[in-house]
């Protein structure tokens, strides 16, 4: 008790010194408190818009169709083995993939066609939920779906009639007359300009395609890592048709997801070791002003080891009161983040649209993770000065 006094009148010796210390800790850790938190939300947050809204965890294509997109190009009967799948925990979604050209009375576009069935696709998407104005699609619905630009290009908007012809699968020619649904908000550049969501059904009857799918697009059980799962599923697969996972269709943005997650890091690494600096000076300072009074202690009977936990003690009261300071300052700013966020407009990365409000992700490790940190770096900084200040002669302190 007696040594924890002694350290906390030290600490307070010289104010300005022990003030502007705790103050830099205390900001150093609110900063990175605050950007960790920002850095996990915009990550996650536009991760789950790959997954949630196009992506998915994985996706399911025959062989050849991605390097060579055809209507003829399916998957014959994924029935029985995507059962399989959501036995195994999957959830499962089949999806036609068409291409055309869409009209109003004024304008045309080139269109691509997405038939899906409507409640399986619920399961893997939350596309659904993203129209601006009108309504999503139903299981029976007869009328499409489009997006934002392919809307205003074409000069539609809901209640709307949208020509679209084609090619269909025996060589006719696919045309027909559907009604506006809804239009949707941002998605990607792709659906933007030239999605057209149909039923399976009407899909079906228009490109005169019975059987075979295009796409399937896969969520992962939560439990499973992805490349084991997508391994998994794979396995489940008939020959000729691949399974690939959501980092393997997106590698530029998986890629990117990683980076952002390297400058965080790497951020957090600069931050500390200025702190680190910081303690260093501020401690040696403390220790060379006291030389004489050191050596008075050591002459008195002070072993090394009881002027180092001195050392340690004064050092943690800083770093007390600093971690104290910068938890309280982060817990409204992390607050006003997650409930509130900041609007950056609209916003598309690398053809994917992000939500508008960045707002943070925080859990206990944003909190603890930075503190952890803190405290280990303040402990190797003040190891220098603390040894010094133990280890010193009492009668060269003395007559310093």
Request: charged share 20%; no cysteine; net charge negative.
């Amino acid at each position: 008790m007696d040594d924890l006094k002694l350290a906390w009148r030290n600490v307070w010796r010289n104010t300005r010194r022990s003030v502007v210390t705790m103050a830099a800790t205390g900001l150093a850790l609110f900063v990175m408190i605050v950007y960790t938190g920002l850095v996990t939300g915009y990550v996650n947050g536009l991760e789950a818009n790959i997954l949630n809204l196009e992506v998915g965890d994985a996706q399911v294509f025959a062989n050849e169709y991605r390097e060579k997109p055809s209507l003829y190009t399916t998957i014959p009967d994924p029935t029985q083995w995507s059962a399989k799948l959501e036995e195994a925990g999957y959830q499962v979604s089949p999806r036609l993939l068409a291409s055309g050209l869409g009209a109003s009375e004024d304008n045309s576009s080139g269109v691509q066609l997405i038939g899906l069935d409507v409640l399986a696709d619920a399961d893997v998407s939350s596309i659904g939920q993203q129209t601006k104005a009108g309504r999503w699609l139903e299981p029976q619905d007869n009328g499409v779906v489009i997006g934002w630009r392919l809307a205003e290009t074409l000069g539609l908007d809901v209640g709307g009639e949208l020509v679209v012809l084609s090619q269909g699968a025996d060589g006719s020619t696919a045309n027909d007359v559907y009604p506006i649904r809804g239009i949707l908000k941002g998605i990607s550049d792709g659906v933007d300009r030239a999605g057209v969501f149909m039923t399976e059904a009407e899909f079906r009857e228009l490109m005169v395609l019975p059987e075979g799918v295009h796409q399937i697009i896969l969520r992962t059980p939560p439990s499973e890592e992805l490349e084991a799962a997508t391994a998994v599923a794979q396995g489940y697969a008939p020959e000729g048709v691949e399974v690939s996972s959501w980092k393997m269709l997106k590698p530029m943005l998986a890629s990117m997801l990683e980076s952002s997650r390297a400058s965080m890091a790497i951020m957090a690494v600069i931050v500390y070791i200025a702190v680190g600096i910081l303690i260093l000076n501020a401690m040696l300072m403390a220790v060379f002003e006291r030389i004489r009074e050191l050596g008075v202690l050591k002459a008195i009977g002070f072993t090394p080891m009881k002027v180092l936990k001195l050392i340690f003690l004064e050092t943690g009261i800083q770093t007390a009161v600093a971690l104290a300071a910068g938890v309280l300052l982060a817990i409204p700013a992390n607050y006003y983040m997650i409930h509130t966020g900041i609007n950056m407009g609209n916003l598309s990365l690398m053809g994917m649209a992000w939500d508008p409000i960045w707002r943070s992700t925080v859990t206990v490790e944003t909190y603890t993770g930075p503190i952890t940190s803190l405290v280990i770096i303040v402990a190797l900084a003040v190891f220098y000065p603390a040894m010094r200040a133990a280890f010193i002669r009492p009668l060269d302190a003395i007559r310093d």
